[in-house]
């Protein structure tokens, strides 16, 4: 059985920092690219990072140079770290794992709010 779990949310000021975790169980983690999105009220889910199999990583232009998104296979985790946050981070952020050869699986969200 395959499990995505996402933990780490919260509320933070504007400025602060935040990190969530993910931890996938069932998979061979390792061959997936991990990514996270996002979804606010009222907007569609969007890709946020993602970090393929080989350490490539891929962020949306909104997140640049605040975000940063890594993985360690020996803890099936994959990690996002945000920094300078603003209140228009607020949403509620989901892990996924992806392969071409297998559907992709989600883990239920964690909410961040960032507000004063």
């Known amino acids: 059985q395959v499990q995505v779990v996402e933990s780490g949310g919260g509320l933070v000021q504007p400025g602060g920092s935040l990190r969530l975790s993910c931890t996938a169980s069932?998979?061979?983690?390792?061959?997936?690219?991990m990514g996270w999105y996002r979804q606010a009220p009222g907007e569609q889910r969007e890709l946020v990072a993602s970090i393929t199999m080989y350490g490539a990583t891929h962020y949306a232009d909104s997140v640049k140079g605040r975000f940063t998104i890594s993985r360690d296979n020996t803890k099936n985790t994959v990690y996002l770290q945000m920094n300078s946050l603003k209140p228009e981070d607020t949403a509620v952020y989901y892990c996924?794992?992806?392969?071409?050869?297998?559907?992709?699986?989600w883990g239920q969200g964690t909410q961040v709010t960032v507000s004063s």
């Open positions: 069932g998979i061979i983690f390792s061959i997936y690219t």
């Open positions: 996924n794992a992806d392969h071409p050869r297998t559907i992709d699986y």
